[in-house]
C-alpha cells in the first residue's frame, strides 16, 4: 500500500476517538498513513517490515534467538538482541534511548513505544495508521482486558545507550521521522 497522507483535522479526530487519552494533550503526527511496519519495528527502529513472534516470513520478522510468544518476556529478549536491557525509569536519560512495552492483563503484549531522541516524548506507531509523539506513555493506554483490542498499560521499560543504538541502526527511525515531517510541512498536511 502507498503511504496515504490523511489531512490532520481526519487524523486528530480518528486517533482522539480511537485513543481517548489523546484528547486534550499536545500530540502530533510524525508520518503518513502506512501499512509496510507497525509499533514494534518502529520502536526497533525498523520502517521497512513488521515485527511479530508468532507469524512467519515473509509477513514480519523476529530475531531467531528470541522464542516465538507474545509475551513480554519474549519481547525483551527481542529487544535483547538490539541492545535494550530492562530498567525501571521512565524518564529522559541523556545518552540512552528507552522503549516501552505495553500489555493486557494477561501479559500479552499490545503496543510499543520509543522514547523521543531528545527527550520530547514518546513515538508510537499506531497500527497501520501514523505514528505520533506523544507527552506521556498513559495518553495511547486504554482498557487491559484482553478481549478489549486497546494497548492496555505499560508494564515494561527498556533502554540501550546511544552508541549501541547508533550501530544498531538508531538514526533510521529519526531520518524517517524527519523525511514525513518534510513533506508535511512542505504539503500542508
Not at 519495528?41 to 515473509?58: E, G
Not at 527527550?119 to 506521556?136: A, M, P, T, V
Request: charged share 20%; hydrophobic share 40%.
Amino acid at each position: 500500500m502507498p503511504l496515504v497522507f490523511r489531512p490532520t483535522a481526519l487524523v486528530r479526530a480518528d486517533l482522539e476517538a480511537r485513543f481517548p487519552n489523546l484528547a486534550g494533550t499536545k500530540w502530533a503526527i510524525r508520518s503518513p498513513f502506512n501499512d509496510t511496519y507497525q509499533c514494534i519495528a518502529w520502536a526497533a527502529c525498523d520502517t521497512t517490515r513488521k515485527w511479530w513472534p508468532i507469524v512467519h516470513p515473509p509477513e514480519a520478522y523476529w530475531p531467531p534467538t528470541a522464542p516465538m510468544e507474545e509475551t513480554v518476556d519474549s519481547f525483551v529478549q527481542a529487544f535483547a538482541t538490539l541492545g535494550y536491557k530492562p530498567c525501571k525509569d521512565v524518564s529522559f536519560e541523556f545518552g540512552y534511548q528507552k522503549v516501552a512495552i505495553y500489555a493486557d492483563d494477561e501479559m500479552t503484549t499490545t503496543h510499543m513505544a520509543r522514547q523521543h531522541f531528545f527527550g520530547r516524548g514518546w513515538l508510537s506507531k499506531l497500527g497501520n495508521l501514523e505514528d505520533i509523539l506523544h507527552r506521556q506513555l498513559r495518553d495511547v493506554e486504554g482498557d487491559t482486558a484482553p478481549a478489549s483490542q486497546e494497548y492496555g498499560k505499560v508494564v515494561q521499560v527498556l533502554k540501550r545507550s546511544w552508541w549501541v543504538a547508533a550501530r544498531l541502526g538508531l538514526f533510521r527511525g529519526c531520518l524517517a521521522s524527519f523525511k514525513f515531517w518534510f513533506y508535511r510541512v512542505f504539503h500542508n498536511y
